[in-house]
């Protein structure tokens, strides 16, 4: 199918590469479909576009790239949500906020999005503990 974006045109996109939210994402409750797209070739950065809205798309990035002991405990109601039987089927990803100083970009460690690749399922997962910080600087000593 094709889509409409706003950042890059007109896309194509098959049925079985989009991604359903179990629960929309914080603050954007009409947007229910999404894709993930590669930023540049080489780069960790990726894109999740929405398939429903095509203004709106955000950052991510695998969080362990720059955190490798970084942990989603997945409580046991998100699991059944995201029709997680194995964890393996389990990919992890955080938003990024790019302002205006790149140097201050951050991860956004608290509400991480878990997608089930296999099902094509996801959702934000938000962390209640104070185990990560809702904005962490990815350039350090920058």
Do not use: C
Request: aromatic share 10%.
């Amino acid at each position: 199918m094709k889509i409409t974006t706003t950042r890059f045109g007109e896309i194509d996109v098959k049925e079985d590469e989009i991604i359903h939210m179990v629960e929309p994402i914080l603050g954007f409750p009409y947007s229910k479909r999404y894709v993930i797209l590669n930023h540049k070739t080489g780069s960790p950065f990726k894109w999740l576009q929405s398939v429903d809205d095509a203004g709106l798309a955000f950052v991510i990035v695998d969080p362990r790239l720059f955190k490798p002991d970084y942990v989603v405990p997945l409580e046991k109601e998100d699991a059944e949500k995201l029709q997680i039987e194995d964890e393996a089927d389990a990919e992890v990803y955080v938003f990024v906020v790019i302002p205006e100083d790149p140097k201050e970009m951050s991860a956004n460690l608290k509400g991480p999005l878990v997608v089930n690749r296999k099902k094509r399922l996801a959702k934000q997962i938000v962390l209640i503990d104070d185990s990560y910080p809702l904005r962490y600087k990815l350039l350090k000593g920058a």
